[in-house]
């Protein structure tokens, strides 16, 4: 089988973990090459990606396409109005041209709303990235309670905003509400096999709640289409349902929060919602006595903080306690699939430190809890298909999810403040580079971390570096 994969964007998360996903399965993928491909603000070069799509397409059997990158550029261009509705949509009718010169050749779509805020490309960010989240929040919230509060709120960070930057913001979710629909209405004429609209950075009251509701009462009762949370778990997601083949049975086991009905961090919907949603556009039916086990370690209070923003809220013994069930699965013969989100934006050391991580089939714990949800469950469905566990996709996930995103990039991004250096757009990405190295090489002498880092030396010793000129993702390489 050979599966054409246009990614979201030139990120891992995005143009790595997919194509190792589909190859492992012993599948074919071919994804434009990285010259063509976007490079942080930079767009993909949309000729050059049409004429690659075009070529691969006659010989592919399924294709799994980001819509943003086809029709913007990016993840990133999609937040910025660089490219006009017209060219927009131009450029989306290029998929009907395809399907009809072959109908028979499955397309599996993903296509993010927009989130409600900007980019934060660096620490100057931050400040208005901030005041576009509270007036989009704050701004919904009183269309609908009409409290004092609320409308003070809303002014206050509207007088932050740059008249410019409200501007594009509202012109950008105008265009790409258009792509929206007009991906759903190819999903109901059969031009798109499956479409997955992806609800990015989100909050249970924003702007985004508009254009939800009219893209549910459009997609009421269409197969294969699906609205959840999440974005860059959005090419696992696709990768795996391209290739999914029959009911695959997976016990969940909830350790923490037992009913999984939380609002976790960047989202708007109960949790367990969102992994009952993208299990059964996978094909995965809930099965308790499943070998295959996904144990989803949830706060047990029901709030998920952010952990580059908060101390850590949980105490030793909970999580020793949430260990010791782990292992216990482990322990039974289960095949465990540990996801982590306790919190937002990395996993935690404690509890993965207290597991038998040389023997867990795999780990996630990265962004927010979709990102790290579909990334799994993408692992899951192709470690069905191969018939073995990737170990070297774990060990990085292992690297980058727990040691970097939890450890590491903490200092790391303290030490780069201290020197009055941009953490969001590194002047000397080589250089930040060693300093992220030498860190995990201190990581892999701490007693605490042994059986996590003998988990990853069963592959290679492993290494890290930037896809892009940021701290905020890294490439681990276990090799």
């Known amino acids: 089988m050979k599966v054409l994969y246009l990614p979201l964007d030139s990120r891992p998360c995005n143009y790595v973990f997919p194509v190792q996903m589909a190859r492992w399965a012993g599948v074919e993928c071919v994804v434009p090459s990285l010259d063509i491909m976007d490079y942080f603000t930079k767009p993909s ?6 004429d690659f799509i075009e070529t691969e397409f006659e010989t592919a059997d399924a294709f799994a396409v980001s819509i943003d990158n086809l029709c913007y550029g990016s993840l990133l261009a999609s937040r910025e109005k660089t490219v006009s509705l017209n060219d927009a949509l131009t450029r989306l009718e290029f998929l009907q041209k395809l399907h009809e010169k072959h109908p028979e050749k499955p397309i599996h779509a993903f296509n993010v709303i927009v989130r409600s805020t900007i980019s934060t490309l660096s620490i100057a960010d931050r400040d ?3 005041a576009v989240t509270a007036y989009a929040e704050s701004s919904d919230r009183y269309s609908i309670m009409k409290t004092d509060a609320d409308l003070k709120r809303m002014e206050e960070a509207k007088a932050k905003i740059p008249p410019e930057v409200l501007e594009q913001v509202n012109a950008v979710r105008r265009r790409n509400h258009r792509v929206n629909l007009r991906c759903l209405e190819w ?14 950075d989100s909050q249970p009251y924003g702007f985004h709640r508009k254009e939800q509701r009219i893209l549910l009462q459009r997609m009421d009762g269409t197969e294969d289409t699906f ?3 999440g974005a860059d778990e959005g090419g696992c997601v696709s990768m795996a349902k391209a290739l999914s083949t029959g009911m695959l049975p997976v016990c969940v086991k909830w350790i923490g ?9 960047f989202e708007d919907r109960p949790f367990a919602q969102n992994v009952r949603d993208n299990m059964y556009y996978l094909n995965m039916k809930e099965d308790p006595e499943a070998e295959i086990v996904l144990a989803i370690a949830a706060p047990s209070d ?9 101390d850590y809220p949980l105490e030793p013994e909970l999580l020793s306690q949430m260990a010791g069930e782990i292992n216990s699965l482990i322990d039974a013969g289960k095949r465990v699939y540990l996801l982590d989100v306790l919190c937002a934006n990395g996993g935690s050391p404690l509890l993965l430190a ?17 990102n790290a949800m579909g990334t799994i469950l993408g692992q899951i469905r192709t470690d069905a298909l191969a018939g073995k566990t990737n170990i070297q996709f774990r060990n990085e996930r292992y690297m980058d999810d727990m040691l ?9 991004d303290k030490e780069l403040l201290e020197k009055g250096e941009d953490s969001y757009h590194l002047a000397d990405k080589l250089a930040v580079e060693k300093m992220v190295n030498k860190h995990y090489q201190m990581l892999g002498k701490e007693p605490a971390y042994a059986r996590i880092f003998e988990g990853i030396r069963s592959v290679g010793e492993g290494y890290m570096t930037f896809p892009w000129p940021r701290t905020f993702e890294i490439q681990a390489h276990n090799v």
Do not use: P
Not at 187 to 200: D, I, N, P, Q
Not at 404 to 412: C, D, F, H, K, T
């Open 45 to 50: 070069e949309w000729a050059c990606i049409r």
């Open 128 to 130: 208005v990235y901030y």
């Open 187 to 200: 999903r109901k004429a059969g031009v798109l096999s499956s479409l997955a609209l992806l609800m990015e």
């Open 227 to 229: 609205m959840h949370n």
């Open 257 to 265: 929060r037992r009913d999984g009905k939380f609002v976790a961090k």
């Open 302 to 310: 029901g709030q998920q903080g952010d952990f580059h923003e908060a």
């Open 354 to 370: 207290s597991v038998d991580a040389v023997r867990l089939a795999g780990y996630s714990a990265w962004n927010t809890a979709t």
């Open 404 to 412: 970097y995103e939890s450890i590491i990039r903490l200092a790391l």
